[in-house]
């Protein structure tokens, strides 16, 4: 069996949500070329909540962004299921986004004159099976701030908000890029609670990437990304809820 075809049948699991195998990403910068990603194999399980953990510069933005459509690599497969996303069309990319991805990112890009509720609404809008933008705010505990516009709102209060954007259109997988990275460590722990529980009511396969070691005690599993390199893999036999982590 080729390495290609090894590939694709090994995604062909049901319980691989992810199947990443031989991802490399060169960025030429100028005259210098930059490796972010020196080959890169993985997977991810469906409905697990997993966390990337490394420093700046270590690749997990690149492979983030890879796993979310937004980038491609320079070498190697990422199959979603059963469709190789390496070699899709840019519309194949733009509807692989639109309807089985949310996003949450450090900053939460919300629309200043619309309120809470109108921004979770923009993403219902184009969806093909959404909750209610009302219902996905109530799953972020933000139901008694539907009405209310991201000035008038905290920054753990907006990230909700875009956590609530980011579910609403129902994805198979959430990715989150420094979720608490603009927060106090009380504020990001109640975004990481709203995190959890859409892990955990919703089965939504969620993958968290930071540099912060303390949130890793709340995943499933804990990748170590170094230098664009896979390092350390591990399992939390005891997972932490989120009203537990320190850091």
């Given at each position: ?61 690149t492979l983030l962004n890879i ?158 990304l170094t230098d664009g390199l ?18």
């Amino acid at each position: 069996m080729s390495p290609d075809s090894q590939s694709q049948h090994q995604a062909l699991d049901e319980n691989v949500v992810f199947h990443v195998h031989g991802v490399t990403k060169v960025y030429q910068m100028g005259e210098v070329q930059v490796s972010a990603l020196r080959g890169v194999d993985i997977d991810l399980q469906r409905g697990e909540f997993t966390v990337l953990l490394g420093a700046s510069g270590s690749g997990k933005s690149t492979l983030l962004n890879i796993l979310g459509g937004l980038d491609t690599p320079t070498e190697g497969h990422v199959f979603y299921g059963e469709r190789d996303l390496t070699r899709a069309s840019e519309s194949e990319l733009t509807e692989y986004r639109r309807f089985h991805v949310g996003f949450v990112f450090q900053f939460y890009n919300l629309i200043p004159s619309l309120t809470a509720r109108e921004n979770v609404a923009v993403v219902t809008e184009i969806a093909n099976s959404p909750m209610q933008p009302g219902d996905a705010l109530k799953l972020v505990g933000l139901q008694d701030r539907l009405d209310h516009f991201p000035a008038q709102l905290s920054g753990g209060e907006q990230q909700r908000v875009a956590i609530a954007r980011a579910i609403a259109k129902n994805p198979d997988v959430l990715l989150c890029d420094e979720p608490t990275g603009a927060l106090d460590s009380k504020t990001g722990i109640v975004v990481l609670q709203a995190l959890q529980r859409i892990n955990e009511e919703l089965g939504t396969t969620t993958a968290v990437i930071t540099h912060n070691a303390g949130i890793a005690q709340m995943a499933d599993r804990v990748i170590h990304l170094t230098d664009g390199l896979i390092g350390n893999v591990y399992k939390n036999d005891t997972r932490l809820r989120a009203d537990e982590l320190k850091w």
